[in-house]
């Protein structure tokens, strides 16, 4: 019966909450991060570990392997409810980043941080690309590129949940880090063009390549442009009507589901479509209102997101591979944070600590990492093998960053230059 | 490409809730409840209508009728991930309401509640048989069976949205017609037990059926009884581990899912399950806190959940039909005040205007007249043309509901001896 269906999807939600809850909870009382918790019980519970034994299509078993993507790389036009929930979640974490930011201290930093996420994509992708030849001969130039293109993404939304666990959501190097984060993805978007031209035509269009990027940064920029000189009409024409029945903050989380609709149209993540809006908002005198009334959407959802991904994870399968996922997760973290902390050093002019801080943000890869990974796929670029291999390193990625900073924001709030914590 | 479809599925999800959004504001401004607004929002993009215009399989286009049900009742195993997102959503809404309410009134009006239940079924049941017999004579009796308990049920969700959207919520009246609305969907339960397996088998199994109640009842009552009894233990050891991390209304929440999904397993509606969780939390000490955190969350979703509500609605095609459906209407409002009229004065001992809120409280079928419909045409008992009637009936209920309840609630308020608002 059709109800059955929806009955099981409603206990996978729940129980995916659940776990994500209960994780959170155990983590912090480790003194880690919320989202590293959230990701292990992902892992514990997905259709790969603990769901597998629940033996129900749907119950726990959404994720990419059932029947969502087929070997060859073929579609199956299927659409998985969880799916489109954790881009929900992630769309409402961006959001918030968004609305948070100090818009000022963004543009401040915009040419630091593009420069740092040129370094950060040069140094993985070639990283990436050797040693996927080194390990993978057989499938060609094209899959060499599409490992590299894996190793060049950041994922912007665990970055941010990391610092906003740990309260040093508006220090100089996170903005960095922000700006760098929605740089990287649009160079991302071009680099995932050529990859997915190449492994099609076999050739490269120099000219549409450009108009991509040109499309997307001028997308972003005209989003940014919207916030910093039309907060006023925003506020007092969208905002203002719906201020007196108490929904303006969900009207506002409602505009951010269309923006990040919106950029998916010039073909950028729906992430960064979500923080542009949250940056959009955080120009207007309703900031503190909107906040708080989308926040605990947010709580409630976000965690999912990151659950969600960890159950993408097969760990079983990992130990049959595990020379490439170390190595290849070894440059993925070192060739990050060298080629983000040259540029941090020498244009933006941080302290040593400083460049260190804005290398290791910019070390998880999560779902961007999928979604390269996925694209290969469908490609038929690189083999299910492979995508599982890359799919791994992109999870495990985020693990070294808690354990990482930390360490160097405790260094960094001893020195006395820095201005006072809120 | 896979991306695109969540792509367009993002679209879809803030497309319906900015036409919510607008729908309910419009609503507003001319002194209407919300949800009105919501359902002609959603009227206006249905499939049927608007967004029949987009021509995408996706976009908009996501409602009963694209390939979820087919001609001849059989279902095609597809998912619609709107139609999860909007049963969280209705689940959030009925936590909310069960939160808000008065839970020693609930009990101390259990038995009027009650009659008023039986007395909203019999008299329902009785005139959709008849008029089905009068319109339809070819489907037979369990044909005629299905169109009487269409219109017999009634929808929680949209009677608590307009008492709150009214101020009214813990009236004695109101607290009548909660009790009765989820007496009455165990009683539908019943009756949809036993028209399944008249339809099935042409037998009617009495045990079985009378079991099914049982359950159904006992599973309500022990749900009740933990939030009364248990209640210094769920805050002492499940709540209060999640208090310092601001987590604790969203543990609620995640619960509430769980415990949505575990009442499915009596096949009770989800909704009953969220309405006992709201109960079961309700008499813990961290109640209020629980409502400040998850209300935004219920702000957020539940104008999804009836705008989704009547984009299931094919204005077009009520023309052809307009006799049945208007005879039918009339016979499921006048049945269903009558009916409730009886028990609420007789046993109730409210008076003659108290008497008609309960009765009109208790007319709107929304979500529930649709399960029956969707049932009754995967038994292959109503034709695909009756199905679109009830649907249309079950809707249309909706309307009267505001219009009738505001000069009674007016006329309430005159009298000295009620309790104050609020």
Redo the contacts between chains.
Sequence with gaps: ???????????T???V??AA?IG??IA?FFKQP?VIGELLAGMIISPFALGGFINDPVILNFAVING?FVEGGI?I?????M???A??AV?ALLFIAGLETDVRAFIRNGVTGGLVAVGGVVLPLLFGYVAAMYFFPDIGTVGWLFVGAVLTATSIGITVRILMDMGRFNSRESIIILVAAVVDDIIGLVILSVVVSVAGSGEVNGLGIAVTALIGFAVWLALLAIGIFGHEFISKYILA??KR???M???A???T??I??MV??VDLH?VVGAYAAGLLFASTKEKEEIIE?????M??LA?FFFAYLGMQVDLGSVWQVIVPVLVLLALAVIGKIIGCYIPARLVGRLSHNGGMIVGVGMVPRGEVGL?VA??GL?AGAISRDIFGIAVVVSILTVFFVPTMLKPLFARDAVLPAKPAKK
Aim: charged share 15%; net charge positive; aromatic share 10%.
């Design positions: 019966m059709e109800a059955e269906i929806y009955s099981k999807l409603l206990l939600f729940g129980l909450l659940l809850a959170g909870k912090r919320a969502h579609a036009p299927e659409f998985a409810p799916q489109i929930i881009e929900i769309i009507p719906f029945s108490k929904t903050p969900i009207l989380l409602i505009l589901v269309l990040s609709y998916t149209l729906p009334g989308a926040r605990p959407v709580l409630f965690p979604i996925s694209a469908l």
